[in-house]
């Protein structure tokens, strides 16, 4: 007898395929490798990023030191010529220690005197003086602990009446920026908006009064810039 008409007849030796088993079988195996997919990635990308960065800083100051001490070379004085496996992380380390030597020496009045020397320099340089200028500047701005920058998150009137962003106080405009801007309003704040995935932003100057201060940290407010609106900073513990 044909299957078929086994089973349009009732025949006792055919059974129903199990597929409500079947179904939360694979129902489990996708939530796992969700669950898993959310542990993974945050780990991976983070050492990935890392280790890109180290790489990066690594291929910048490697070129810079003598063959003889470069790691592979020394690396090969110890365990042998077969010896292949590349060393991460010495560019960052020279980085560091150069770094600090320099922010050492520059706090001194030959390391002042030196450095005043060579902006001497750079400013006689058409080109050149307008790009240090400006690193200098941003480098001053983001690195100073007197005058803090992007330590307040607001909520501005962007890009139009009736639509709100997040953005960062920056510090108060400054020079003819603040003159020109006192005859717009006795008190006006830039505001860097930064945009999603926040690889750009733009530079606002608004009214104090019209902004929205907000109570969340600046980190909180760049992971949701970056993630799109879909990471919130989770909710304060009550003050007891």
């Known amino acids: 007898m044909d299957p078929l008409d086994r089973r349009r007849r009732g025949h006792p030796l055919v059974t129903e395929p199990n597929i409500p088993s079947r179904r939360g079988f694979l129902a489990s195996l996708r939530a796992s490798f969700l669950t898993g997919l959310v542990v993974v990635l945050p780990i991976g990308l983070t050492i990935y990023f890392v280790w890109a960065v180290i790489g990066w800083i690594d291929g910048w100051i490697l070129p810079l030191i003598p063959a003889y001490w470069q790691p592979d070379a020394v690396m090969g004085r110890w365990f042998g010529p077969q010896y292949e496996f590349p060393v991460r992380g010495v560019g960052v380390l020279v980085f560091l220690v150069v770094t600090i030597i320099v922010g050492w020496l520059a706090k001194g009045l030959i390391g002042r005197s030196i450095i005043r020397s ?118 304060k513990d009550p003050v007891v």
């Open 118 to 235: 060579g902006e001497n320099l750079v400013e006689r340089m058409p080109v050149v003086r307008s790009v240090y200028s400006g690193i200098k500047q941003v480098a001053e701005t983001f690195f100073n602990k007197k005058d803090k920058s992007f330590d307040k998150v607001v909520l501005v009137e962007f890009p139009r009446p009736g639509s709100w962003a997040l953005g960062f106080m920056s510090t108060q405009p400054k020079g003819e920026l603040a003159e020109r801007l006192a005859t717009m309003g006795p008190d006006m704040s830039a505001v860097f908006v930064g945009l999603t995935p926040f690889t750009s932003g733009m530079l606002l100057f608004v009214p104090t009064k019209d902004l929205v201060m907000m109570d969340m940290g600046v980190d909180d407010a760049a992971k949701l810039i970056v993630s799109g609106g879909l990471v919130y900073p989770l909710p």
